[in-house]
């Protein structure tokens, strides 16, 4: 199996895990007649759906930032370890550039959602 394979196959598996395991003792909220853990609806119809993709966006957010600063030090870990081999510094190089352009559509993403939101994503 490559590196990617392993961490798309952890990836699932800690998903997986989370989602089956979670006690229902930490389900305290509710929306509609399910119970959650983490998203409440307040109000109903629309807003309950607004507030929910605000709720979706935060919780994305935070995702990404880990995830860029995971890509950079693995970047910087593959620049460190090259020892001057042009494929691994192209390698890092690419992932650099990579989390950049993820970072910049993911604020495209943001901004163009916090212009149709009435009152904005982050209130």
């Given at each position: 199996?490559?590196?990617?394979?392993?961490?798309?196959?952890?990836?699932?598996?800690?998903?997986?895990?989370v989602s089956v395991?979670?006690?229902?003792?930490?389900?305290?909220?509710?929306?509609?007649?399910?119970?959650?853990?983490?998203?409440?609806?307040?109000?109903?119809?629309?807003?309950?759906?607004?507030?929910i993709i605000k709720?979706?966006?935060?919780?994305?957010?935070?995702?990404?930032?880990?995830?860029?600063?995971?890509?950079?030090?693995?970047?910087?870990?593959?620049?460190?370890?090259?020892?001057?081999?042009?494929?691994?510094?192209?390698?890092?190089?690419?992932?650099?550039?990579?989390?950049?352009?993820?970072?910049?559509?993911?604020?495209?993403?943001?901004?163009?959602?916090?212009?149709?939101?009435?009152?904005?994503?982050?209130?």
């Amino acid at each position: 199996m490559t590196k990617r394979n392993i961490v798309i196959s952890i990836f699932i598996a800690t998903v997986i895990a989370v989602s089956v395991f979670i006690p229902r003792v930490a389900l305290a909220a509710r929306c509609g007649d399910a119970e959650t853990s983490v998203i409440s609806c307040e109000g109903n119809g629309s807003a309950a759906i607004i507030n929910i993709i605000k709720q979706v966006i935060k919780i994305l957010t935070a995702g990404i930032g880990v995830a860029a600063v995971g890509a950079v030090i693995y970047g910087a870990f593959l620049y460190t370890t090259s020892e001057g081999s042009p494929d691994k510094i192209k390698k890092a190089r690419e992932v650099w550039t990579n989390t950049v352009i993820g970072i910049i559509m993911f604020t495209f993403m943001v901004a163009i959602t916090n212009f149709i939101i009435p009152g904005g994503v982050f209130d």
